[in-house]
């Protein structure tokens, strides 16, 4: 196992994330705690010292059985992880209730990293509300020793991430972003990278294989990255990308079977990053694989001027681009849509066409932000 180091400890290079834990009747919230008791084990056994958790993370049973599991282990042979759930905007002014359940839940006395969840549009306002006084009070168990060290997390743009961190920049330790060679230029991570190292901040990756899209690909782009690599396996592709990055301390995967888990330890045995030119490689395979599925907008903003509406046409082809390429599993357009008002939706458009006139890309506008509503149901 490769190891990192983060203010004189040494971390384990790969750490197990657990939102995506095995389940029993395909039912999110029934954990089948023997199949994850092995897989945590054989983690162990393998040199993982790192366990990422969250309060709503399984219907809230991730947190329960992670810490159920890890107690059979001494105390200083992992280090825990989970984070404070400001993606739901009722939990705001519970920081200290819902702090000491989840101590209570992982049977532990402190935190060994604590986080600021999924900060981004929707709620960073609340998050920097100091009425709330969730930044105070984790200051203040930091201070008591019931937090080691922390940071926040964020699936939010670059300027949300500026306003945080211009607020509570100094006493943030590290960063979770959503980082991958698809989402490098699709979700702009090369600028969060970018403004991380800028401010010395240890960069945590979340969704090094995007929820698994990048752990198989089609024939056509396994083929060109086998040629480039015949021994390496697909998955590892996004693995050794995240290895040539500076700045990048912990790479995170929700590993969802034994066989996952074998294959990204084996693969965090040794450290292979990319070359030039197979950095290029993967990164136009990215390119591909986003033209074949997203509208090609540049975000000019060409097309607001000319919009009756006054819809802010480039963020929703964004949030539909993000829709189309996640899928069932998206949560990032609900989580950006919520952040703007009721008559700025996509299903607001009136097909005018107006836009259309004016887009460099001759991109059908209308006919995408009505795709987008009848995906959300709201044709």
Not at 28 to 49: L, Q
Not at 77 to 102: H, R
Request: hydrophobic share 35%.
């Amino acid at each position: 196992m490769l190891y990192n180091e983060f203010q004189g400890m040494k971390l384990s290079a790969l750490g197990m994330g657990n939102m995506r834990l095995p389940v029993t009747d395909g039912n999110d919230g029934k954990i089948d705690v023997k199949t994850a008791e092995e897989m945590i084990g054989y983690a162990m056994e393998s040199g993982v010292n790192y366990y990422d958790t969250a309060y709503g993370y399984h219907n809230g049973e991730s947190e329960r059985v992670v810490g159920e599991i890890l107690k059979k282990y001494p105390r200083d042979s992992f280090f825990l992880a989970t984070k404070f759930p400001g993606y739901d905007l009722n939990n705001m002014p519970k920081v200290k209730e819902i702090f000491e359940e989840q101590l209570k839940k992982c049977q532990v006395d402190y935190f060994d990293f604590y986080l600021f969840h999924n900060v981004c549009e929707m709620n960073v306002d609340a998050y920097l509300d100091p009425k709330y006084g969730i930044y105070d009070y984790l200051m203040e168990q930091k201070k008591n020793g019931r937090i080691r060290h922390l940071g926040f997390s964020t699936h939010g743009n670059l300027d949300c991430m500026k306003k945080f961190l211009d607020a509570y920049g100094e006493n943030m330790e590290f960063c979770q972003i959503e980082l991958n060679y698809f989402d490098y230029k699709f979700q702009n991570a090369e600028g969060k990278v970018e403004l991380l190292n800028s401010r010395n901040i240890p960069i945590w990756v979340m969704e090094p294989v995007r929820g698994g899209q990048l752990a198989t690909l089609d024939s056509e782009f396994e083929a060109r990255l086998k040629e480039a690599r015949p021994d390496e396996n697909v998955p590892a592709w996004a693995f050794r990308f995240l290895q040539t990055l500076p700045g990048v301390t912990m790479i995170l995967s929700g590993m969802s079977n034994m066989q996952q888990i074998r294959d990204n330890i084996a693969t965090f045995a040794e450290k292979k990053p990319l070359n030039e030119k197979e950095t290029e490689l993967i990164l136009s395979v990215a390119d591909d694989m986003i033209a074949r599925t997203t509208v090609p907008c540049t975000g000019c903003h060409y097309c607001v001027s000319h919009c009756p509406q006054g819809l802010d046409i480039p963020f929703l082809l964004k949030l539909y681009n993000e829709a189309v390429v996640a899928g069932s599993g998206d949560f990032i357009a609900p989580m950006g849509l919520s952040s703007i008002a009721a008559d700025k939706q996509p299903e607001c458009c009136v097909a005018c066409h107006s836009c259309e006139k004016v887009c460099p890309q001759t991109i059908r506008i209308p006919d995408s932000l009505h795709r987008f509503a009848e995906k959300l149901g709201r044709a």
